[in-house]
C-alpha cells in the first residue's frame, strides 16, 4: 500500500511539471468481493503452475428510472491469475464465498489483427495479475 501511495503522491506532483517523468507508471486495481469459486491450480504452455481465482463484485444500481423502478444491482466477475509460488500455496487454500480484499496489476492487450473472429485473440483482453489478498470474512459453515 505504501508503494501505491508513494505512486499517486509523485504523479499529484507531476501535474504542472514539465520535467520528464522519472518513476514508472502504475496500473493497479483493488477489488473487494466474494470468491465465486475455489482457487483452481492451473499450468502455463511451460509447465509453470499458477492460482486462477474469481471474484465477484455488486455493482449497485444507478438512480430510479422514468418508471420509478430502481434497476437490480448486477455482479461483475473478475479473473485473477498469481504466479507467486509462495502466495499460491495460501490461495489454494481459500474457500467459495470468502469476503476477500485484493490488489492486482491491470494489464490490457490489444485483439490481434490476423486473429480467427470469435478467439480469445480477436478480442481485447484484461489482465489482473495477483499482488495481495486479505480474508475479510469466511463463509459460514453450513447448518446440518
Request: avoid cysteine.
Amino acid at each position: 500500500m505504501n508503494a501505491l501511495r508513494t505512486a499517486v503522491r509523485q504523479q499529484a506532483r507531476r501535474m504542472f511539471s514539465t520535467t520528464p517523468s522519472r518513476s514508472t507508471d502504475i496500473s493497479k486495481l483493488i477489488l473487494v468481493g466474494r470468491l465465486g469459486a475455489e482457487p483452481q491450480v492451473k499450468l502455463t504452455r511451460n509447465e509453470k503452475e499458477y492460482v486462477s481465482y474469481v471474484v465477484a463484485t455488486t455493482n449497485y444500481p444507478g438512480p430510479l428510472g422514468e418508471d420509478g423502478v430502481r434497476p437490480e444491482p448486477t455482479t461483475s466477475w473478475h479473473r485473477v491469475l498469481s504466479f507467486n509460488p509462495n502466495q499460491n500455496e495460501y490461495l489454494k487454500n481459500l474457500q467459495k464465498g470468502s469476503q476477500v480484499y485484493v490488489e492486482a496489476n491491470y494489464e490490457t492487450r490489444e485483439p490481434q489483427a490476423d486473429a480467427e473472429p470469435g478467439t480469445p485473440a480477436a478480442q481485447r483482453q484484461i489482465f489482473l495479475r495477483h499482488e495481495t489478498l486479505r480474508v475479510l470474512s469466511r463463509p459460514r459453515p453450513a447448518e446440518s
